[in-house]
């Protein structure tokens, strides 16, 4: 099992940032793949960002040059760094890891993106 804690979403302005944080604990050296998904309301939840154990990244094309993936090993915790942030990036995100059998996912954290 691998538990997954979000944390750092809140309400900004328009181009204004914010740094999410995915705290990992369990089974994390079973982890392959950790990622960001979102869902904004009334749309289905949608790829943010992967990062794979030997350091692939992968973005969505709507965040990618904004946002930006990255892990502290020593923490287990995944990072998710959003800067010129818009309306439509409103959503709650979710942290998700993989390992090779099994999906895990966080509770979530609201991101609202003010106009």
């Known amino acids: 099992q691998v538990q997954l804690v979000e944390s750092g979403g809140g309400v900004v302005q328009a181009g204004g940032s914010l740094r999410l944080s995915c705290a990992a604990s369990?089974?994390?050296?079973?982890?392959?793949?950790m990622g960001w998904f979102r869902r904004a309301p009334e749309k289905e939840r949608e790829f943010v960002a992967r990062?794979?154990?030997?350091?692939?990244?992968t973005y969505a094309t709507s965040v990618k040059g904004r946002f930006t993936i990255s892990r502290d090993n020593a923490k287990n915790t995944v990072y998710l760094e959003m800067n010129s942030l818009k309306p439509e990036d409103t959503a709650v995100y979710y942290c998700?890891?993989?390992?090779?059998?099994?999906?895990?996912w966080g509770q979530g954290t609201q991101v609202t993106v003010s106009s």
């Open positions: 369990g089974r994390t050296f079973s982890t392959n793949v």
């Open positions: 998700n890891a993989e390992t090779s059998g099994s999906r895990y």
């Open positions: 990062l794979t154990w030997s350091g692939g990244v």
